[in-house]
């Protein structure tokens, strides 16, 4: 079945140094959709980013991804992390189902 | 637009008992799934309806959880005889059915068992 699998648990990075978590994921689509969602203390999780594009750069927020259907993978970035972006990142892939990664605790530090 | 709406947000419940979960999808969203969020397993795929028919509960625990849909404006996640390891958020989401479409989560109802 499907699966997504983020390698990190907890990242700790410094204001203003870049941020990237890992995504990698299984199907047997070819075309998936791949989300990024952030859920942030005493709130829902919310949709972060998505796309099903292979090679195209998608970003909100301040934030990034690219889908490589090539390597299965779906990173997050941005260019300079801010304390407001300490929070749980999920990334999850959407066929007919969701399946999420087991999520990445994002603290950034002053 | 009200978003997802879970009750209640908090429970505690004693070993053995019954919980029962209630959530309300956004009106127009066909689609309603239930995951379980735990720090071991980040969020954990439960069940999911389509039109209120049961699709997909491959995730559900088959012996004390249950999941129903009678209308399209609520499902229950009902948990017989709780154990300590049932502790969790529980996280119910709506979206318009298809792949690809966004998923709009509620608040989550805590679960202690004690």
């Known amino acids: 079945g499907d699966s997504v699998t983020q390698t990190e648990g907890l990242v700790t990075l410094t204001e203003g140094l870049p941020v990237m978590l890992n995504c990698t994921y299984q199907?047997?689509?070819?075309?998936?959709?791949l989300f990024w969602y952030v859920h942030y203390l005493n709130e829902s999780p919310r949709l972060l980013l998505k796309?099903?594009?292979?090679?195209k750069r998608t970003e909100h927020q301040g934030f990034h991804a690219t889908l490589h259907k090539s390597s299965s993978s779906f990173h997050l970035q941005k260019s300079s992390a801010q304390l407001s972006d300490s929070a749980l990142y999920y990334c999850?892939?959407?066929?007919?189902?969701?399946?999420f990664g087991a999520g990445t605790r994002l603290k950034v530090i002053a | 637009n009200a978003g997802v709406i879970q009750t209640p947000r908090h429970k505690v419940t004693g070993k053995g008992q019954e919980a029962t979960l209630w959530c309300e999808p956004i009106?127009?969203?066909?689609?309603v799934f239930w995951y379980r969020q735990t720090i071991v397993q980040g969020l954990e795929f439960l069940t999911y309806?389509?039109?209120?028919?049961?699709?997909?509960d491959s995730g559900m625990p088959k012996e004390r959880f249950s999941a129903q849909m009678p209308n399209q404006s609520h499902s229950t996640l009902k948990i017989q005889s709780t154990q300590p390891q049932d502790s969790a958020v529980y996280l119910c989401?709506?979206?318009?059915?298809?792949?690809?479409?966004?998923?709009?989560f509620g608040e989550g109802s805590r679960l202690i068992v004690v």
């Open positions: 989401a709506s979206s318009l059915v298809g792949a690809g479409n966004t998923l709009y």
């Open positions: 199907t047997i689509y070819s075309n998936p959709f």
């Open positions: 796309s099903s594009t292979d090679n």
């Open positions: 999850a892939l959407g066929n007919y189902k969701y399946v």
């Open positions: 009106s127009g969203h066909s689609a």
């Open positions: 309806f389509r039109n209120q028919a049961p699709i997909d």
